[in-house]
């Protein structure tokens, strides 16, 4: 991404990106399991691509999972406040010194990889408590 001065006409663009693309493509997920494989293929990937143990990305999203469920009257029936509760944990990928939102925004931002389709249905899952 370019700084909007430096940027010209068939530069990258949201509307362009291939993060919007997806996006528009993804369904939120109605089960929680939908929820969750989204969640552990994203961390898998991102951890992959960042040089961040497994192990690291197995520990996180082990507890990320564990902090989303602990209103067990959400989970089964209303999924997107799970979603919001991933969104807005504190907790820190070990190896990145980062939670899972600044995570997310970094891999919108490089828009690239196949990460990007996990991206968007996890965002998709997050936007329908808006």
């Known amino acids: 991404w370019k700084c909007l001065s430096e940027a010209g006409e068939g530069d990258n663009t949201f509307q362009k990106s291939l993060f ?5 493509k993804a369904i939120a997920p109605a089960y929680q399991d ?11 990937e991102y951890v992959k691509t960042a040089g961040i143990s497994a192990a690291e990305g197995d520990k996180f999203l082990r507890i990320l999972q564990e902090e989303a469920i602990k209103h067990p009257d959400e989970f089964l029936s209303k999924l997107q406040h799970t979603a919001q509760r991933l969104w807005t944990s504190d907790l820190k990928l070990s190896g990145a010194g980062r939670a899972f939102y600044s995570i997310l925004n970094e891999v ?23």
């Open 20 to 24: 919007k693309q997806e996006y528009d």
């Open 34 to 44: 939908q929820l969750f494989c989204a969640l552990r293929l994203f961390i898998t």
């Open 108 to 130: 919108i931002r490089k828009d690239e990889g196949e990460i990007i389709k996990h991206a968007a249905v996890l965002t998709r899952a997050i936007n329908e408590l808006c």
